[in-house]
């Protein structure tokens, strides 16, 4: 899919604004604050309905408006599409070729784009949930069962929540309803181990690649219980484990609602041993894999670099750019040019010339 333009009106700085973009490599260069990662928060805004940086909608709208809108044209193979997104106080509205996207969760089936930002170079050393986020998001953009399955567990998980807060739990009712979590539960974790296994394949060669260096790296997930022939069982078995702490704090302790992941370089948790720069190379790298597991070409997601640039010496710029012209459409935010013969956006004084260097 390509991103072939993009308007943005009354969107955070920018008030007015129609910006045509190519294939391949997209720079958007300018000083800090002038608003160029405005621009890629919006092209991202349109495969989530969410921003990035902020969960309150109204702070995208430009302080001087009530209403913002970004509208997109995408060509998807052959095909052509239109997305409209307006944002007001009285909440959002998104038109998918003029006809209303009722769930923002269809967005995933119009536009996908992967983005990467300067927190997640923390991807490692942050919470947990900020890991499960980064594979609940990127399994829902590919899998549609999957989504459907983490609301259904999620929907579970909350009757059992709000059963545990009674002061006098009824545990026939509570068994059922565990029996019901337990089977939502293992379409996530099936879902999460094969994703984790494809990844891995993947995951080794986009680092080498990128740092030139052969590195022995894997990612490590760590599900409640292993997705097996003996999976209901060991379940049960852990929730039965389980019960006397949960009756006691009445919250449901364990699930996929608090699995984990690990990155192992060398065989050492990258989060704990691992340089900055090492956390950094590595959450930029796995943040690219998915790019790859999906095999059509016309299906392949737009990336986002935000200030990807910042911290790298020129000769690992050079490395991640020449890596970089093989994706389909890449955008990338800078200080500074970093790329010769590309497609650039320079921002001063708010105003954008687009121009090729």
Do not use: W
């Amino acid at each position: 899919m390509i991103l072939n333009s993009i308007s943005l009106r009354n969107y955070r700085n920018h008030k007015s604004v129609d910006l045509f973009f190519e294939k391949g490599l997209n720079f958007i260069v300018g000083d800090n604050a002038q608003g160029k990662t405005n621009i890629v928060e919006a092209i991202h805004f349109l495969s989530l309905g969410r921003s990035f940086r902020t969960n309150e909608d109204f702070n995208l709208i430009n302080d001087q408006s009530d209403t913002a809108y970004v509208i997109a044209n995408i060509t998807f193979g052959d095909l052509k599409k239109k997305i409209s997104v307006s944002l007001s106080p009285s909440g959002k509205k998104v038109l998918y070729n003029n006809k209303v996207v009722k769930k923002l969760s269809e967005l995933n089936d119009i536009i996908n784009v992967i983005i990467f930002e300067p927190p997640t170079t923390m991807l490692f050393k942050t919470s947990p949930k900020t890991r499960r986020d980064f594979l609940d998001i990127n399994l829902s953009k590919i899998d549609e069962n999957y989504l459907k399955s983490l609301f259904s567990y999620e929907k579970i998980l909350k009757e059992r929540n709000n059963l545990l807060k009674n002061e006098d739990v009824n545990l026939d009712q509570l068994e059922i309803i565990t029996d019901m979590l337990i089977n939502a539960a293992e379409k996530i974790v099936v879902s999460r181990t094969n994703y984790i296994y494809e990844i891995n394949k993947v995951f080794p060669k986009v680092v080498s690649t990128i740092n030139k260096t052969k590195e022995n790296v894997s990612i490590n997930y760590f599900p409640f219980v292993k997705a097996d022939e003996d999976y209901k069982i060991n379940a049960k078995t852990a929730f039965s484990k389980a019960l006397e702490s949960d009756l006691k704090k009445k919250v449901t302790s364990i699930g996929p609602h608090r699995e984990d992941f690990k990155i192992s370089l060398n065989n050492k948790d990258v989060a704990k041993y691992g340089s900055q720069g090492e956390n950094r190379l590595l959450a930029l790298s796995l943040t690219l894999c998915p790019y790859f597991l999906i095999k059509e070409k016309d299906k392949k997601p737009i990336i986002v670099l935000d200030d990807v640039m910042s911290e790298l010496d020129d000769e690992n710029k050079e490395r991640l750019i020449s890596f970089l012209t093989n994706f389909e459409q890449v955008f990338i935010t800078s200080t500074s040019l970093q790329s010769k013969g590309v497609n650039t956006y320079e921002i001063k004084n708010n105003k954008i010339l687009r121009r090729i260097s």
